[in-house]
């Protein structure tokens, strides 16, 4: 995730006060809203982040006019009257979405499947294509959307309580035979980092329903804008920012927050603190280990999820990518073998052809990793370097002659992600979503230490920007019911 030679920049025309109602640290998307909404209400809020540019995993770079999404490929939800849709209408901030469709497309070695952006569309393509299962596909859809509708009202009921202790795996066990079935329906597990013998039933269930029934969308300009339109709104309400400036310490007096200390010494006062950034550095780190032990001790036994490498290409000349599907390449060849690498590929110049100089291209490429295979690289350069020439080499199977065509090259390995984000080991998805740790397993946003909220991947709902962006909505409610 190289820097950007295009960011954001705050103003800076005004002093800092001596003392904020609330300080947020990172401005990830979670940070971002939860922001945006406290200063609306006229309260006096600071957003610290260390990097230059607000949006944590939703940024983006530039080089030689072209202009690359780091991680981010598109957003859930941002139609009118869902999530995301409906926080930008609270903050009234306005800006264009272009939607997917088709939403996605899984390509297995043995067969390929389009993802049609509407969910009865979708239910209708695979009962076609498995009548056997008709009924099962039915009840299937049925049992998902009561399950992602009763865990977004975050209400106690049957069906939570039906499937909160399954993987997606056993779901899936549960209600179809037919092995290709099972694949496409777990194809998109990349989207959640977990493959469904591991992941749990709920996470796969909100990210699925989500994208089926709110649409996915790709935000015009790349997904940086979406980070500046938050960041744009929280200062035209009042809000203070201290960008590339680094919390070192989260200050306490006894149980109580009562500031923050930067990197530089200087050491700042607020009512409370939200902390956006990965939990384990919360509280091991700016906290140095001092609150509850038994809540210490959860948090050391838990994981964090997977993290990828990334490849950006800007390509030129008379490439022809039509024949490059966006979506899933698979190189399992039955249900079992689910867990088994794949890429992910896009074309984000096919959307939004602004992001490149005209008649030029942008391939974006996300290879799925074990984390066994990157936690004890030590020589990251040699392992970068093989990745983008092993990545590119696989690329060439679809498009021939790829090299010739490039024009910029960059990549991300796990341990750039961490660079830019501090998320450990560059986790893409903050905690692993297993059942033992999703839904009421997650940490809560509200801490043992009086004052210090969480928001963002690391707690509760889950991973993904639509999830991040109703977490951050959620803690700035839990705040203002509070100052109430
Ligand atoms: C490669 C990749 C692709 C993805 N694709 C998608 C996708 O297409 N759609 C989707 O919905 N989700 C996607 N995700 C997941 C999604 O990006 C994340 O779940 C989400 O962006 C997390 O947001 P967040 O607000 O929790 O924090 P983050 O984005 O992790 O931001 C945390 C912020 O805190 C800052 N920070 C850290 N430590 C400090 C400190 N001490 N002081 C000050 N600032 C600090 C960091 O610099 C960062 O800006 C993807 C993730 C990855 C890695």
Redesign the pocket.
């Known amino acids: 995730m190289p820097s950007s030679d295009k960011c954001i920049q705050s103003t800076k025309k005004y002093n800092l006060y001596p003392y904020y109602d609330a300080i947020i640290?990172?401005?990830?998307?979670?940070?971002l809203v939860c922001a945006a909404f406290l200063a609306k209400c006229g309260k006096k809020v600071l957003l610290?982040?260390?990097?230059f540019i607000?949006?944590?995993?939703?940024t983006s770079f530039r080089r030689k006019g072209f202009t690359f999404d780091a991680?981010?490929?598109?957003?859930?939800g941002c139609g009118k009257w869902s999530v995301v849709g409906r926080c930008l209408r609270t903050l009234g901030i306005e800006m264009d979405f272009y939607p997917l469709d088709p939403m996605d497309h899984l390509i297995f070695p043995n067969f390929s499947i389009e993802i049609p952006a509407d969910m009865d569309e979708y239910i209708a393509r695979l009962q076609d294509r498995y009548p056997l299962e008709k009924d099962n596909i039915k009840d299937f859809f049925q049992d998902f959307v009561k399950l992602y509708r009763a865990t977004f009202n975050n209400e106690k009921s049957q069906i939570i309580d039906r499937y909160k202790d399954q993987t997606y795996g056993e779901m899936l066990n549960a209600f179809f035979k037919n092995d290709e079935l099972k694949m496409t329906l777990a194809g998109q597990w990349g989207?959640i980092g977990l493959p469904p013998t591991q992941a749990s039933a709920i996470a796969m269930c909100q990210m699925m329903i989500n994208y089926l029934k709110d649409g996915a969308f790709f935000p015009a300009g790349g997904t940086q804008e979406f980070a500046n339109a938050f960041f744009k709104k929280f200062i035209d309400f009042g809000g203070h920012d201290m960008l590339s400036?680094?919390?070192?310490k989260i200050l306490l007096n006894g149980n109580s927050v009562k500031g923050v200390k930067l990197q530089d010494g200087k050491e700042i006062p607020a009512g409370l603190v939200v902390s956006?950034?990965?939990a384990r550095?919360t509280f091991f780190g700016?906290l140095e280990g001092k609150t509850d032990l038994s809540f210490l001790n959860k948090i050391s036994e838990m994981r964090e999820s997977c993290?990828?490498f990334?490849l950006y290409l800007g390509v030129g000349g008379d490439i022809d990518l039509s024949r490059l599907k966006r979506g899933f390449y698979h190189t399992a060849t039955d249900a079992s073998t689910m867990d088994k690498e794949w890429l992910y590929i896009s074309v984000p110049t096919k959307i939004c052809p602004s992001l490149a100089p005209s008649n030029k291209q942008i391939i974006s490429v996300?290879v799925c990793l074990d984390k066994a295979m990157y936690k004890n690289v030590t020589d990251w350069k040699s392992f970068k370097e093989s990745m983008t020439l092993n990545t590119i080499n696989r690329l060439e199977a679809y498009i021939p002659d790829l090299k010739k065509y490039i024009e910029v090259k960059e990549s991300a390995t796990p341990k750039t992600?961490e660079r830019?984000?501090?998320?450990t080991n560059?986790a893409?998805?903050?905690w692993e979503v297993t059942v033992d740790q999703m839904w009421e397993n997650r940490l809560p946003q509200k801490t043992p230490i009086e004052n210090l909220y969480l928001?963002?991947?690391?707690t509760k709902p889950g991973?993904?920007?639509?999830?991040?962006v109703s977490s951050?909505w959620g803690v700035a409610n839990l705040i203002m019911e509070n100052w109430r």
């Open positions: 640290i990172g401005a990830g998307i979670a940070g610290i982040e260390q990097h607000p949006g944590g995993y939703c991680a981010v490929h598109h957003i859930g989207y400036s680094r919390v070192e956006n950034i990965d550095q700016l993290s990828f990334l996300v992600l830019y984000t501090s998320n560059g893409a998805y903050g928001t963002g991947h690391w991973p993904g920007i639509c999830a991040v951050g």
